[in-house]
């Protein structure tokens, strides 16, 4: 739940805010003067501090200044009823995230509350990049220890100390902000803000706006000046999303800043300087954007300082166990399982992940919602999971025997997904690496009914064409039927 602080000697103001945010998801706690907020945040520990500027005592600014000085990484949102005076310029020269103009608009309050709290957990959210899941003390993580998120860590390791741009590219879902909040926890910078844009969720008129901010008047519904992510950031991480998805007039004003570290908000004229450390990501081939004059390609190589190559989850699938664990972790609570089965975890391995971690997450979120015993089993999973396994085997999926193996379809450790084993060998590789992931599972007993069950399938029940086709009399093969109790199961005579 975010903790939201609000400072305002008005008593108006503290009821309008109550009925505003009057949510099971937010927790509102007010104060009437500066000195009241400053004791209440160590006991409170808010996500967002809201104050207004002109109080009795302690006033707005030196209210931000105290903040600023004991947690940089609180945001603080000031309130002023007296327009874009220069004192509201002045405190987000101090770091106050934005500020509001009184009397508030509601859409606009809630908007921005919501982008504050947002960046409240960004700043705040640890990010593990070492596969250390015995520590539970962290609240995201890049997870792996497959070879290609091996070389990720390194990378990360390389370039978060300096202050070099960094492009980090891959399909959707691989985690690459995951990857940009990494670098931003482990480089000089920590201390600072850290905001994140994404590029294509906002309408082009207003990304520029957004970005750069605006002077009042500048275009039609202008009516204040407006602070853009850039001055917000002054100091910090400006993490820019789907950055491929800009337009050529914004792409510009990014390539002056990246290059003389200045630039004028929209219909101001005035030059502004910022000292801002500039993480991009896109989904998009870039090189390819250039060559079709989508993209500038002066800008491409400015941002191309240091490049981040995230690998799908396709070719990843090692990191699978892991990534379901930690998730099950992410999610522990009253009724949640906290184990998977064996042969879902096989049809996890198998399915190509087109939406990759983000839709990994998604699925076990799905099914710890579904789930009715203390295990995740593979009718937990949706369809479109468990169809690598029901094209690889006919038997049903639904609650396996003790000891029963689903095989799903063939993985190589390319990540190249194959239709079928090719020979012996390969399908005993396959069966050991189920065995790997499941210490309990007797890999001889489990593959021996599935083969009978298998044979029995194949030839309609008859036993006798059964037993020839796995090269064993009928009588063994009547003995295994009833070792393994298939005869009630497949109600075969």
Request: aromatic share 6%.
């Amino acid at each position: 739940m975010d903790k939201l602080l609000l400072i305002d000697d008005e008593v108006d103001v503290q009821y309008s805010f109550r009925r505003i945010f009057d949510s099971p998801d937010l927790e509102l706690h007010t104060a009437s003067s500066g000195e009241e907020g400053l004791k209440l945040i160590p006991q409170v520990r808010p996500d967002l501090v809201i104050t207004d500027i002109r109080m009795a005592g302690i006033n707005g600014l030196e209210t931000l200044r105290r903040i600023r000085q004991a947690d940089p990484k609180l945001p603080v949102i000031l309130m002023t009823a007296y327009g874009t005076t220069q004192t509201a310029i002045e405190a987000m020269k101090l770091g106050a995230f934005d500020y509001l103009l009184k009397p508030f608009d509601v859409p606009r309050l809630k908007q921005l509350v919501g982008d504050a709290l947002k960046a409240s957990r960004d700043m705040r959210q640890t990010v593990a990049v070492a596969p250390q899941l015995e520590q539970q003390d962290y609240d995201l993580g890049v997870i792996g220890r497959s070879h290609p998120m091996q070389s990720v860590f390194k990378l990360i390791g390389q370039v978060a100390g300096t202050d070099a741009t960094v492009l980090i590219t891959g399909e959707s879902g691989t985690g690459k902000e995951l990857v940009a909040r990494a670098i931003y926890h482990n480089s000089r910078r920590h201390q600072q803000a850290f905001l994140a844009i994404n590029c294509a969720a906002i309408p082009e008129n207003l990304l520029e706006s957004e970005l750069f901010g605006h002077e009042k008047g500048a275009f039609t519904g202008a009516s204040q000046q407006r602070i853009g992510k850039f001055e917000q950031c002054h100091g910090g991480t400006l993490f820019l999303d789907e950055i491929g998805d800009m337009s050529s007039t914004t792409q510009t004003k990014i390539l002056r800043v990246l290059q003389s570290g200045s630039f004028e908000r929209v219909g101001g004229n005035a030059p502004i300087r910022v000292d801002v450390r500039i993480i991009a990501a896109t989904n998009k081939p870039l090189e390819d954007a250039v060559a079709n004059r989508q993209f500038r390609e002066d800008l491409f190589y400015r941002l191309n300082v240091v490049r981040i190559q995230m690998p799908p989850l396709r070719e990843r699938r090692d990191d699978i166990r892991l990534l379901v664990d930690y998730f099950l972790r992410k999610l522990a609570g009253a009724g949640i399982p906290k184990a998977i089965n064996t042969s879902a975890i096989a049809a996890l391995e198998a399915y190509h992940w087109p939406g990759n971690v983000r839709e990994l997450e998604n699925v076990i979120r799905r099914a710890t919602v579904v789930a009715k015993g203390p295990s995740l089993l593979i009718s937990d999973l949706p369809s479109e999971v468990t169809v690598a396994v029901q094209k690889a085997v006919s038997t049903p999926v639904a609650s396996p025997a003790p000891d029963a193996a689903v095989v799903a379809a063939p993985v190589e450790s390319t990540g190249a997904h194959r239709s079928e084993p090719t020979s012996i060998p390969e399908v005993a590789q396959w069966l050991f690496r189920f065995a790997r992931a499941d210490s309990k599972l007797r890999v001889l007993p489990a593959v021996e009914r599935e083969l009978i069950i298998q044979a029995l399938k194949e030839t309609s029940g008859n036993q006798v064409q059964a037993a020839k086709l796995l090269g064993i009399t009928r009588a063994t093969l009547r003995k295994r039927v009833e070792k393994f109790s298939i005869r009630r199961e497949l109600n075969v005579a």
